[in-house]
C-alpha cells in the first residue's frame, strides 16, 4: 500500500498540521485511497479506518473532529469531537484545546488551514466558491480572534484545490463575484465563449491577505489533473464516474 501523502506548508510549520492527499487508504474502485467522505457511497468500515489512519499520520493519539459542510461561511468552537452523526452544519471550526484535530474535507473546493502558534489556537476552513464569497475565512480569523488570537500573528495556508486552468465557470457565476466587488475581474480569465476560467485560490489568498493576515501560502496543487494523488469532485463527473472520494486537511495543537 502506498504510504500517506502530507503537503505541509512552512507557516505553519512547528504544529501538527498536514493537507492529505488520496494515496495511502484501503478505499478500492472510483474511490481507491484514502477516502475519508462519510456522504460517499464508499463502504464505511473503510472510511473509517482512513480516517483513523489520517489522524494518526498528523498527530498520533489525537480526537478528530469534522462537521457537516454546507458550503456556508459559517465557524464553530470545538471544545471535544463531536460523532459523525452529531456533526454541526458549519464550514469552519477553531480551537485552542490541544490534543483535538480539526478535519476539514475536499474534493477541489479549498482547505485553509490557520494557526497563530503563541496563542496556542488553531482553525480551519473548507472555501467553496459560495463559502469563500459568502466570508468563510473571514469568519474563522474573527472566531480565533474571540478565543484570543491575535490577527498579526495568525499565518494561514491554502491547500490543494482546483486551479484556474481546470476551473471553467459561465458569464453568471462571474457577475458574482464581480457584483460583491468590481476589482474581483482579476480572477476571472476568458475562456470559450461566454465563459471564463476562475482561479479559486487567488480568490481565497485575496481574502485572507484583506482580512489582515500576512502570513498567507498557497500550495499551488491543482487536484483536477492530478488522478494519483487527489480526488476531484469536476474530474468524476466530466468522466462520468458513479462517485468520488474526498481528501482531508488536518490542523491541531501538540497534546500536553
Same mark, same amino acid.
Given at each position: 500500500?502506498?504510504?500517506?501523502?502530507?503537503?505541509?506548508?512552512?507557516?505553519? &510549520?512547528?504544529?501538527?498540521?498536514?493537507?492529505?492527499?488520496?494515496?495511502? $487508504?484501503?478505499?478500492?474502485? +472510483?474511490?481507491?485511497?484514502?477516502?475519508?467522505?462519510?456522504?460517499?457511497?464508499? *463502504?464505511? *468500515?473503510?472510511?473509517?479506518?482512513? #480516517?483513523?489512519? =489520517?489522524?494518526?499520520?498528523?498527530?498520533?493519539?489525537?480526537?478528530?473532529?469534522?462537521?457537516?459542510?454546507?458550503?456556508?461561511?459559517?465557524?464553530?468552537?470545538?471544545?471535544?469531537?463531536?460523532?459523525? &452523526?452529531? %456533526?454541526?452544519?458549519?464550514?469552519?471550526? +477553531?480551537?485552542? #484545546?490541544?490534543?483535538?484535530?480539526?478535519?476539514?474535507?475536499?474534493?477541489?473546493?479549498?482547505?485553509?488551514?490557520?494557526?497563530?502558534?503563541?496563542?496556542?489556537?488553531?482553525?480551519?476552513?473548507? !472555501?467553496?466558491?459560495?463559502?469563500?464569497?459568502?466570508?468563510?475565512?473571514?469568519?474563522?480569523?474573527?472566531?480565533?480572534? #474571540?478565543?484570543?488570537? *491575535?490577527?498579526? %500573528?495568525? =499565518?494561514?495556508?491554502?491547500?490543494?484545490?482546483?486551479? %484556474?486552468?481546470?476551473?471553467? +465557470? @459561465?458569464?453568471?457565476?462571474?457577475?458574482?463575484?464581480?457584483?460583491? *466587488?468590481?476589482?474581483?475581474?482579476?480572477?476571472?480569465?476568458?475562456?470559450?465563449?461566454?465563459?471564463?476560467?476562475?482561479?479559486?485560490?487567488?480568490?481565497?489568498?485575496?481574502?485572507?491577505?484583506? =482580512?489582515?493576515?500576512?502570513?498567507?501560502?498557497?500550495?499551488?496543487? @491543482?487536484?483536477?489533473?492530478?488522478?494519483?494523488?487527489?480526488?476531484?469532485?469536476? #474530474? !468524476?463527473?466530466?468522466? $462520468?464516474?458513479?462517485?468520488?472520494?474526498?481528501?482531508?486537511?488536518?490542523? $491541531?495543537?501538540?497534546?500536553?
Amino acid at each position: 500500500m502506498d504510504p500517506i501523502d502530507i503537503f505541509r506548508a512552512p507557516a505553519l &510549520a512547528g504544529l501538527p498540521h498536514g493537507f492529505l492527499g488520496r494515496r495511502g $487508504g484501503v478505499s478500492t474502485g +472510483v474511490h481507491a485511497g484514502l477516502n475519508v467522505g462519510v456522504g460517499s457511497d464508499d *463502504d464505511a *468500515d473503510a472510511v473509517m479506518e482512513n #480516517r483513523r489512519r =489520517a489522524a494518526e499520520a498528523v498527530l498520533p493519539g489525537a480526537a478528530l473532529t469534522t462537521v457537516f459542510q454546507v458550503h456556508s461561511p459559517d465557524v464553530v468552537v470545538a471544545t471535544q469531537a463531536w460523532p459523525i &452523526a452529531d %456533526r454541526p452544519p458549519a464550514d469552519a471550526m +477553531v480551537t485552542d #484545546r490541544p490534543g483535538l484535530l480539526l478535519g476539514i474535507l475536499t474534493a477541489d473546493c479549498a482547505p485553509v488551514l490557520f494557526a497563530d502558534a503563541a496563542a496556542g489556537i488553531v482553525g480551519a476552513a473548507h !472555501a467553496g466558491w459560495k463559502g469563500a464569497l459568502g466570508g468563510v475565512t473571514d469568519q474563522t480569523i474573527e472566531a480565533m480572534v #474571540r478565543l484570543g488570537a *491575535d490577527r498579526s %500573528r495568525i =499565518a494561514a495556508a491554502i491547500g490543494p484545490c482546483i486551479a %484556474r486552468t481546470s476551473y471553467e +465557470v @459561465d458569464e453568471g457565476f462571474a457577475q458574482r463575484f464581480e457584483a460583491a *466587488d468590481p476589482a474581483n475581474e482579476r480572477f476571472f480569465t476568458p475562456g470559450r465563449p461566454q465563459h471564463f476560467q476562475f482561479d479559486l485560490e487567488g480568490y481565497v489568498a485575496h481574502r485572507l491577505a484583506a =482580512a489582515g493576515l500576512m502570513q498567507v501560502t498557497a500550495l499551488g496543487l @491543482d487536484t483536477y489533473p492530478d488522478t494519483d494523488r487527489f480526488f476531484s469532485f469536476r #474530474r !468524476a463527473t466530466h468522466r $462520468g464516474d458513479p462517485g468520488y472520494g474526498r481528501q482531508i486537511s488536518l490542523i $491541531g495543537l501538540p497534546i500536553a
